[in-house]
T-cell receptor, first 111, second 115 residues
Framework: GQSLEQPSEVTAVEGAIVQINCTYQ??????LSWYQQHDGGAPTFLSY????GLEETGRFSSFLSRSDSYGYLLLQELQMKDSASYFC????????????FGRGTQLTVWP | DVKVTQSSRYLVKRTGEKVFLECVQD?????MFWYRQDPGLGLRLIYF???????EKGDIPEGYSVSREKKERFSLILESASTNQTSMYLC??????????????FGPGTRLTVT
């Protein structure tokens, strides 16, 4: 089986930096994905890490440490529009393409 | 742009009815997925498909079946709807090409209420 742990809620103010952590336990780990979902909307893909290290895409960065079974999503220069749920998801080599999602972190950005 | 469409945004059905949820993607993706999303439980995979006429059970397949007769279309069927199937249903697709296979594209969702 597999398990993913991420905080249920995070709050921050506009302009701040926030880090959403994700720890996982799974066999045949292949990579870690992050998705964003606004209220009433569909999840949208943010990033995918297959190798250790930091991947940067604009204000968002994602990090993976395979040896620690840990990753995080870093959001910089927070804006009100970043208020959303963020899901980490793991891919396993045995079932290519399938993702196992965490329960999500609700991020609230205050003015 | 990848586009995934679902047949209905909102659906209300009665207990015992047979329910069909349709999903169509226009990017020639090989993989298609059906999830249900409930508050506090994240996204749970019901079924997925790697190819036409192929299907694999996800984590919660009981009470559901699927059909994939064409590459672009993946249907979810509730054989006899029950109130505990009231939920948001999300369809997704992804390519099997290289590093893109874990980049899933989601439809807008169908909020199903079973009364």
């Amino acid at each position: 089986g597999q398990s993913l742990e991420q905080p249920s809620e995070v709050t921050a103010v506009e302009g701040a930096i926030v880090q959403i952590n994700c720890t996982y336990q799974t066999s045949g780990f292949y990579g870690l994905s992050w998705y964003q979902q606004h209220d009433g909307g569909a999840p949208t893909f943010l990033s995918y890490n297959a190798l250790d290290g930091l991947e940067e895409t604009g204000r968002f960065s994602s990090f993976l440490s395979r040896s620690d079974s840990y990753g995080y999503l870093l959001l910089q220069e927070l804006q009100m529009k970043d208020s959303a749920s963020y899901f980490c998801a793991v891919g396993r080599g045995s079932t290519l393409g399938r993702l196992y999602f965490g329960r999500g972190t609700q991020l609230t950005v205050w003015p | 742009d990848v586009k995934v469409t679902q047949s209905s945004r909102y659906l209300v059905k009665r207990t015992g009815e047979k329910v069909f949820l349709e999903c169509v993607q226009d990017m020639d993706h090989e993989n298609m997925f059906w999830y249900r999303q409930d508050p506090g439980l994240g996204l749970r995979l019901i079924y997925f498909s790697y190819d036409v006429k192929m299907k694999e059970k996800g984590d919660i397949p009981e009470g559901y079946s699927v059909s994939r007769e064409k590459k672009e279309r993946f249907s979810l069927i509730l054989e006899s709807a029950s109130t505990n199937q009231t939920s948001m249903y999300l369809c997704a697709s992804s390519s099997q090409a290289g590093g893109r296979t874990y980049e899933q594209y989601f439809g807008p969702g169908t909020r199903l209420t079973v009364t």
